[in-house]
């Protein structure tokens, strides 16, 4: 039985990602607990990952765009200053249940009915 980061890993691998969006999720699941949860900060990911501050940004916009994580932004409780952002990966059958609700506004009806029918595999 694969453990949940490595089959987010393989779905990460057989996606469509480009590159440093990729590597910025291979990246957060290695770092993540069971609960797929990790706090990196922006600077760190940009400097063990080699690019910059600003690519690492683009990557984590595209990955919550695309449902592959969940960013919760996170405060002290002293002085309310932000604190590094909480990442939450999200398994694939979530990402799934995502597509299938704004099936709806995307598409023709007949076409979302055919799209719910599919056997995921």
């Known amino acids: 039985m694969m453990t949940k980061q490595a089959e987010l890993k393989q779905k990460a691998y057989q996606s ?5 969006a990729l590597s910025v999720l291979i990246y957060l699941i290695d770092r993540s607990n069971k609960d797929l949860t990790c706090f990196p900060a922006i600077p760190t990911m940009a400097e063990q990952l080699h690019v910059s501050i600003s ?5 984590l916009h595209g990955l919550v765009d695309a449902g592959f994580i969940k960013k919760e932004t ?7 200053g932000q604190t590094s952002n909480l990442y939450i990966l999200v398994q694939p059958e979530d990402v799934l249940e995502r597509v299938l609700e704004i099936l709806p506004a995307i598409c023709t009806p007949h076409f979302a009915v055919y799209l719910t029918r599919i056997q995921v595999t």
Not at 16 to 20: A, C, I, N, P, Q
Not at 55 to 59: H, I, L, Y
Not at 74 to 80: A, L, V, W
């Open 74 to 80: 996170r405060f002290r409780e002293k002085n309310r």
């Open 55 to 59: 690519t690492v940004k683009r990557a």
């Open 16 to 20: 469509s990602l480009k590159s440093r």
